[in-house]
């Protein structure tokens, strides 16, 4: 199974979010078997509406790509189903501390456990950070990375990974183009100092506060007003969101020791990952092997395709 596919319990809808396991389903409602655990119809079908709910890029239900696409999320609900009761085995535990953080915290979960009861809610995310903790349990059985071998990873990536260049600057908004024009004026004369237009022009609190800004984010007028500008000089006039700015550049960021230690750590976070997802994909190979998956296609409702066999 791609990666893709892998990650998609870890980081997608858990089967909770469709309304939960029943506790004891029906003959009639079990679709298929991962080992002894049973997955029932309702369950497969909100799985299925839910995480399809804003890809409609797959077809018209009942084509072999939209089958596709469902065989392939119907995988990643039977390997759900396997960590989490490899989870459990472990007797991984999350306390209900835990969960209430996770719910108080966690905004962007809002939208998708806004439609379930709260003991829904809990046991989604209760599942959720059960996968979380077994992924750290699974990274910490693997040898810790050294700095030699992320060094490596720098050398041979440094032609392609690049470094985002990063500034420090001051902006002040003004109530009008003319304000900010005549201010920039006696900036430029010397007449003023930027500090001076603060005190002058500030209309909120908080403005002129040193802001850190990655150039690649910057819009290109910003990229234009600020690219020539030297540490100390102030920009023109730069309508940004609707209002106008002046900008004082402070600094660059972008040193030879800087731009080092950001590739440094770009290239810790990506070995972490491979180094987890390895951990994640052998973990579910076993599982796989000693939880096969077993399928009543007459009960399904999709044509289950199997994903093609590598070798």
Same mark, same amino acid.
């Given at each position: ?11 997608? =809808? ?7 396991? %029943? ?7 079990? =679709? ?10 309702? *369950? ?15 077809? %018209? ?27 459990? $085995? ?28 709260? *003991? ?12 979380? #903790? ?23 990536? $440094? ?7 990063? #500034? ?36 909120? %609190? ?19 007003? #600020?690219?020539? #500008? ?35 750590? $770009?290239? !810790?976070?990506?070995?972490? !990952?491979? !180094? !987890? ?32 066999? %590598?070798?």
């Amino acid at each position: 199974m791609p990666a893709a596919a892998v990650f998609v319990p870890l980081i997608g =809808v858990l089967a909770a979010a469709c309304g939960g396991v %029943p506790a004891s389903p029906g003959p009639d409602g079990v =679709v298929a078997r991962v080992g002894d655990l049973p997955i029932s119809l309702a *369950e497969v079908e909100s799985y299925l509406a839910l995480n399809l709910l804003q890809d409609e890029s797959v077809g %018209p239900a009942g084509t072999a790509a939209t089958d596709r696409v469902k065989s392939r999320l119907f995988d990643a609900l039977a390997d759900q189903k396997r960590l989490i009761a490899e989870a459990g $085995r472990r007797r991984l535990h999350v306390s209900d501390r835990e969960i209430d953080a996770y719910l108080m915290n966690e905004a962007e979960e809002a939208p998708v456990v806004a439609g379930l009861s709260r *003991e829904e809610q809990r046991q989604f995310v209760r599942e959720r950070l059960m996968i979380r #903790l077994l992924q750290e349990r699974l990274a910490e059985s693997r040898p810790p990375l050294t700095e030699q071998a992320i060094q490596a990873h720098v050398e041979r990536t $440094r032609d392609t990974a690049g470094s985002s260049r990063r #500034l420090r600057v001051r902006a002040l908004r003004f109530s009008s183009a003319e304000d900010a024009a005549t201010a920039a004026d006696r900036i430029g004369r010397g007449a003023m100092t930027f500090v001076d237009a603060v005190l002058t022009y500030e209309s909120d %609190p908080g403005q002129g506060v040193p802001l850190e800004l990655s150039w690649e984010t910057l819009s290109d007028d910003l990229r234009d007003a #600020l690219g020539d #500008l030297q540490p100390g000089q102030t920009s023109r006039p730069v309508n940004f969101h609707g209002d106008v700015y002046l900008f004082q550049l402070e600094s660059w960021l972008d040193d030879a020791a800087t731009r080092e230690a950001d590739l440094f750590e $770009r290239a !810790r976070g990506e070995l972490e !990952r491979q !180094r !987890r997802q390895k951990a994640l994909e052998g973990l579910l190979g076993r599982l796989r092997r000693a939880m096969p998956l077993r399928i009543d296609e007459e009960r399904l409702p999709f044509t289950y395709i199997p994903e093609p066999d %590598p070798s």
